[in-house]
């Protein structure tokens, strides 16, 4: 990532860097967070899990696993990577975090990210 990244003047990742992105993270300006309702996030899942493509051969024990993974994200007691724990590593950073509601519609999403300045 670094590599790809940081040589840049301007760069966006998209993901869950907490357990190898340190390096990374240093690096960046500010971060913004994305969070979705509980019951959204799983009828978004369970639709996409429904779209099945003509030839895709599906994982069941795989999409299974995420499931059950993405269902648990917001149960403080969830043992694995969860809401709990992105919340307690956005904590140890010492850069501007946005906070961002993701049902809002992506125009809006993309209104507030370009808009924001954060106090770097």
């Known amino acids: 990532m670094e590599a790809m990244f940081v040589p840049r ?31 959204e996030r799983r009828r978004r899942l369970e639709r996409r899990q429904d779209v099945r493509r003509e030839g895709e051969s599906i994982d069941d024990a795989s999409t299974s696993a995420f499931l059950a993974w993405a269902i648990g994200y917001d149960d403080p007691a969830f043992p694995r990577r969860s809401r709990r724990s992105h919340e307690a590593w956005l904590e140890t950073l010492r850069k501007p975090v946005l906070r961002l509601e993701s049902a809002q519609p992506v125009d809006e999403l993309c209104r507030r990210v370009l808009d924001w300045q954060p106090h770097i």
Do not use: E, K
Request: proline share 3%; hydrophobic share 50%.
């Open 9 to 39: 003047a301007a760069w966006v990742l998209s993901g869950d860097i907490t357990s190898w992105g340190r390096s990374v993270i240093d690096r960046c300006d500010a971060v913004v967070f994305l969070t979705l309702d509980p019951d």
